[in-house]
């Protein structure tokens, strides 16, 4: 396997996230820009943020997949949230939640960051995601 994941005792818990992701490999994957949209442009999940949050990390499935990798060989997760609120954490988790065993998430995920912007691509995208792995 070319990713270990940890959480060094004296980090912040608890989390959804290792904190400390080690990769091996010599094949770096990058998906960026992944949102709430088909091959066609399209939006999937009809707008609400739980949906968005199963979409991306679908797209970001697809876009792996497409490189060889899977989530087992993400070493970063990085995720950019329009207008986000403390409040929409529920929201936020329980779509990380609804596609987790479809999708092979580990749990805890891969270090993971939720960066609040005040806009995205289009008004009605609420959350863009980045994928980092590594590959042998």
Same mark, same amino acid.
């Given at each position: 396997?070319?990713?270990?994941? %940890?959480?060094?005792?004296? $980090?912040?818990?608890?989390?959804?996230?290792?904190?400390v992701a080690i990769g091996t490999g010599s094949r770096h994957v990058h998906v960026a820009?992944?949102? =709430? *949209?088909?091959?066609?442009?399209?939006? *999937?999940?009809?707008?609400? %943020?739980?949906?968005?949050?199963?979409?991306? %990390? *679908?797209?970001a499935h697809r876009g792996l997949a497409g490189a060889g990798a899977t989530f087992d060989?993400?070493?970063?997760?990085?995720? /950019?949230?329009? *207008?986000?609120?403390?409040?929409?954490?529920?929201? /936020? %988790?329980?779509?990380?939640?609804?596609?987790?065993?479809?999708?092979?998430?580990?749990?805890?995920?891969?270090?993971?960051?939720? &960066?609040?912007?005040? &806009? $995205? /691509?289009?008004? =009605?995208?609420? &959350?863009? $995601?980045?994928?980092?792995? &590594?590959?042998?």
């Amino acid at each position: 396997m070319s990713v270990e994941l %940890l959480s060094p005792e004296g $980090l912040f818990q608890p989390v959804p996230y290792h904190h400390v992701a080690i990769g091996t490999g010599s094949r770096h994957v990058h998906v960026a820009g992944q949102i =709430d *949209r088909d091959g066609e442009g399209r939006a *999937r999940s009809g707008g609400d %943020l739980r949906g968005q949050v199963a979409e991306v %990390l *679908r797209n970001a499935h697809r876009g792996l997949a497409g490189a060889g990798a899977t989530f087992d060989d993400v070493v970063r997760l990085r995720f /950019f949230a329009a *207008r986000w609120q403390p409040e929409h954490m529920d929201a /936020f %988790l329980a779509g990380v939640a609804d596609v987790a065993d479809e999708l092979g998430l580990p749990s805890p995920m891969p270090p993971a960051s939720l &960066i609040g912007v005040d &806009i $995205l /691509f289009q008004p =009605d995208v609420r &959350i863009e $995601l980045e994928v980092e792995a &590594i590959v042998d």
